[in-house]
Structure formats: C-alpha cells, structure tokens
C-alpha cells in the first residue's frame, strides 16, 4: 500500500466511523425524542389509573381498618388532587419538557400516602406493605422510565417503609417482621430496576428496526422511481427505433416520387397553354405547394431515419446562455406578453450542435407560449435554468401554463401526437427536439402538474 493510498484509507475509515457515530447519535436523539412524547402519554394516563385506584381504595380501609374510614378517605381524597394537580401541568410547554421529573414527584404521592397509613395505624404489623410492593411492581412494569429512575423510586419507597414504622407509637416493637418486610420491599425495588433496563432496551431495539424499515421504504421507493424513468426511457428508445426503421423506408419511397413529381410540376409551369391558363396555373402552383410540404415532412423524417443512439454528436463548443438568447430573440413575437426569467450558473459552456440546441428551446419555448395562449393563463411566465450535475448540464423549461393531462404525458414524445386542430401541428416539435438531445447523449423528460405547470428537462455534455 502507498503512503497516499494509505492516508486516504485512514481518512476514510475515520470519516466513516465519524459517520457512523454521527447516525448513532441521530438515532438516540430521535429515540429520546419519541420517549418524552410516550412518557407524557403513559404519566397522563397513568395519572388517571393511579387516581382511581387510590379512591377504590376506601373499599381495603373499610375491611382492614374501618375506625379510620374517614380520616383515610379525606386523606385518599387529598392525594388524588394533588396527583391530578401535577397531571394538570403536563399539558403545559414546561411541564411536558419536565415530564420525567414530574412524573416522579407524583408517583411519590400514593407511597407516602400509605407510609403515613401504616405510621397511623400499626407500623410493622400493617399489612399496608403490600401496596408499597405493588405501586413499585406497577411503575417498573409501566411507565417508560429509566433503570435509574425505578431504582431510586424504589429506595426512596424503603426509606418511607423505615421512616414509617420507626416513627409508628412505640417505634419497631417486632424486628423479624420489620427486617422481612423491608427486605422484600427492596428486592422488589431490585428486580424491579432489572425489569426496567431490558425493558428500555428492548425498546430501543424496537426504535431502531422501525427506523431502519421506514429507511428501507425510503430507499425502496426511490429505487422504484428510478427503474420506472428507465423503463419509461427503454419504451421511448424502442418506440424511437421503430419510427426510425419507418422513416427510413419512407424516405426512400416517398423521396424519388416526390422530386420527379415536382421537376414534372417545374415542366409543366413552363408550358406555355400554363402560362396562358390562369386556373391551370394556379394549380399547378397548389400542387408544387403540396409537393414541397411532403418534402418538408420527409427532411424531417430525416432525423429519426439516421438517428444512431450512443454516437458522438457532432459539434462545437457553445455558450448553452447564448444558445437561450437565440432562442428567445427568434420567438419574440410568440412570446410577447410572457414573463420570461432564467437561472444559469456562471460557465455554461457545452458541447454540441448549437443549431439544433436553438431548435429545442425554440420549439419548447413556442409550446408553452401556445398552450398558456390557449388556455389564457394569467400572468404567462416561462422559467429556464441549468445547473451543472455529473459533469453535465442540466436544463430545465418551466411553464405555468394549462400542464399536459396524465394520459398526455407519456405520449408528447410520439411522432406526430399532437392536440392541436388539424393542420395546426404537426406533433413532430418534441419527437425531433427529443432524437436531438439523445444525440448529444442526453435525455428529454417531461413532468407536469395538470392545471399548474409543464416542465422539459434534458441534458448536454460539457465542452472538453
Ligand atoms: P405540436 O406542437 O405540433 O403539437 P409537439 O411534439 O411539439 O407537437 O407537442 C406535442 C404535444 O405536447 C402538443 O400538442 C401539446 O399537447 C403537448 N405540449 C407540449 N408542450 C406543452 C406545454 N408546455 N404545455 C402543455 N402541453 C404541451
């Protein structure tokens, strides 16, 4: 390996893993992101269930300890506002960004509601215990927090547990029963935690294949995209063979008939019963007329009739800018009353056929300028702008004129499709401009929104 090939692996490798570490914290990010919004869920709908709770809870005083209904009730009822006060602040900008926070305050409340239950009645010996066990099994299992977080939730639970019984008249009286019912609070708190940290990652991993999946769909429709322009590109290609094949045999049958037709026509004008018979000479100018429109059509013909796909155009350098400033000076008069703008970037030097170029934009800028007519756009504008891409410039004509119907779109670059009335078009300007830029190893493209905007794209090579 060189020193420079060297270098640039370890560049790369750095770069990528640089990279990779960038998507990693993008990835976290978005899962963090995610969480608060299923945290403030869970903290809203958990409030709900929790205040629900602690008031079903009248029905356990009145089995366990009916003299203290009341009191319990009134301190039940106490707890439940304050719970449903801190859900209230949730619903605000800084609540929902302290939601974890939050949460843990209010998650507090019913334990050290039932710590001071069980200080009021008989510390160690109450079986209110099991309520402490249950609310921490019930946060570890359904609220989205941290490892962290329930651990400490749990500790801060035995502390209240102590704090209760020793505080309890008369203090800790039977110390096995205590000692037990501490330590199965703790490993409550334990085995909760646990829970939470495969549970938070199992989460994570979920996020990850959700992104990856939406990711993949991405890509997957982009890939679809492209294959349909390359199949719609095949077809266009295809149907261009075959025109071609056509054309060339035309040419060759129609061609001979046409100019012994005309040099007949040519004879006979000179005769001199024509020049003394003003109808007759006036036919035999319609006729020449005639002749010589099937001559045009025929030179145009030429082009899918010679056409070689792939093969060097042949031309000169050009400024592609100037080309544009033909182009418009030559349909000025089409164009009048049409707001005409562009964006090019400062070289716009390509390689080509400038002529032919002209003839594209000509024949694009007099289509828009048609169909806006037709359709009476207001406020008829035209867009061109290129920008350099793969080494190539990439054109585009922009109209905000009538668009073509879906049904239209694959079919403008057809020969001799057109939906102007007859005798207008001839539905040739877009099949040649399209064998033009394919000369030049590029592709004409068309796209339209029906009823906003019509848009040519294509492509020339540069000029070295
Ligand atoms: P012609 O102009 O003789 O009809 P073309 O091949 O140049 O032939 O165009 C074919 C058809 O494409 C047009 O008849 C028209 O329906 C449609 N078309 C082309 N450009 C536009 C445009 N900018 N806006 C709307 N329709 C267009």
């Not at 809203?44 to 009916?66: E, F, H, N, Q, R």
């Not at 009730?73 to 304050?82: G, M, N, Q």
């Not at 199965?184 to 646990?194: D, E, H, N, Q, Y």
């Not at 939906?419 to 001839?426: C, D």
Request: with cysteine; proline share 3%.
């Amino acid at each position: 390996m060189t020193a420079s090939t060297a270098a640039s692996t370890a560049a790369s490798t750095g770069a990528s893993s640089a990279s990779a570490a960038g998507t990693a914290a993008a990835l976290r990010s978005g899962f963090h992101e995610e969480l608060r919004d299923y945290r403030l869920l869970c903290s809203k709908a958990g409030g709900v269930t929790v205040i629900l709770l602690v008031l079903m809870g009248v029905a356990l005083d009145y089995v366990v300890y009916p003299d203290e209904q009341v009191r319990f009730a009134l301190v039940r009822l106490a707890t439940s506002v304050l719970i449903g006060l801190a859900v209230l602040t949730l619903y605000t900008q800084a609540g929902r960004r302290h939601v974890q926070f939050i949460t843990f305050g209010w998650l507090l409340l019913p334990q050290i509601m039932i710590a001071w239950m069980i200080y009021a009645t008989q510390g160690e010996g109450s079986v209110f215990y099991a309520g402490l066990m249950l609310t921490i099994f019930a946060v570890g299992i359904l609220f989205p927090s941290g490892y962290w977080q329930t651990l400490a939730y749990g500790m801060a639970t035995v502390l209240l547990y102590f704090i209760a019984c020793e505080a309890h008249a008369g203090g800790i009286q039977d110390r096995s029963q205590f000692f037990f019912q501490l330590i199965i609070i703790f490993f409550c708190a334990l085995a909760s935690a646990i829970y939470t940290f495969f549970n938070e990652k199992g989460r994570f991993q979920l996020f990850r294949l959700k992104e990856e999946l939406a990711s993949k769909n991405e890509e997957l429709a982009r890939t679809n995209e492209s294959l349909a322009q390359i199949k719609g590109q095949l077809l266009q290609q295809e149907k261009m063979a075959a025109v071609g094949t056509l054309a060339a045999g035309l040419l060759h049958e129609v061609n001979n008939p046409v100019n012994f037709c005309l040099m007949a026509i040519e004879v006979a004008l000179e005769e001199p019963q024509a020049r003394e018979n003003p109808s007759l000479q006036e036919c035999l100018v319609d006729a020449r007329q005639g002749m010589q429109r099937i001559q045009h059509i025929v030179s145009d013909l030429k082009i899918f009739a010679y056409r070689k796909p792939g093969a060097e155009v042949e031309g000169r350098p050009f400024l592609f800018e100037k080309a544009l400033d033909s182009a418009s000076r030559l349909t000025a008069h089409e164009l009048r009353g049409v707001q005409m703008s562009r964006e090019l970037p400062a070289d716009t030097l390509v390689y080509g056929d400038e002529a032919a170029i002209i003839g594209v934009l000509i024949n694009l800028f007099s289509n828009a300028a048609l169909a806006m007519r037709k359709a009476g756009t207001e406020a008829p504008a035209i867009h061109a702008s290129a920008s350099w891409k793969d080494g190539r410039l990439h054109v585009q004509v922009r109209d905000n004129g009538p668009g073509i119907a879906r049904e239209h779109l694959a079919r403008v670059f057809e020969p001799f499709f057109t939906t102007r009335e007859v005798g207008q078009g001839l539905g040739l300007g877009l099949s040649i401009s399209y064998a033009v830029i394919e000369r030049h190893g590029g592709v004409l493209f068309a796209d339209s929104e029906p009823g906003q905007w019509a848009a040519f794209r294509f492509d020339l090579p540069p000029a070295e």
